[in-house]
């Protein structure tokens, strides 16, 4: 019985998932957990650094140049992003700054270690 339950309790984890997925890209989507959204911010966030790090490794952005403008990119897309693609009331979720932040260091330290791989594989021998 308790094997049941936790396949139940999977099951319901997939399509939590995976309809926080399709809100993520529906704008105006409604969110009841606090939690779902921030998830999304989350791994929102890790695709922005991922892309950035590669367009940024390929340029080639150097040093404080290419760091300012990864903050102010995931920043400012994230922003744009809860505020007019989704509109949600940011005193929610803590304020702006509660969601501008959320994740931004794990993003960051992704962001690092794509740039300097691309980076490194292109212009290095």
Avoid: H, N
């Avoid at 009331?89 to 260091?105: A, H, I, S």
Wanted: with cysteine; hydrophobic share 50%; aromatic share 16%.
């Amino acid at each position: 019985m308790a094997t049941k339950r936790r396949k139940g309790e999977q099951e319901d984890t997939k399509l939590s998932s995976t309809s926080a997925w399709k809100r993520a890209i529906v704008s105006g989507s409604k969110w009841q957990e606090k939690d779902e959204f921030l998830d999304v911010i989350y791994w929102g966030r890790q695709i922005v650094a991922i892309l950035c790090g590669v367009i940024w490794g390929v340029i080639p952005l150097k040093g404080f140049l290419g760091i300012a403008l990864f903050c102010a990119a995931s920043a400012g897309i994230l922003y744009v992003y809860f505020t007019s693609f989704q509109g949600v009331d940011e005193e929610d979720y803590g304020g702006v700054w509660e969601l501008t932040k959320e994740g931004f260091m794990s993003s960051f330290a992704l962001f690092l270690v794509i740039w300097i791989i691309v980076y490194s594989a292109l212009f290095f021998d």
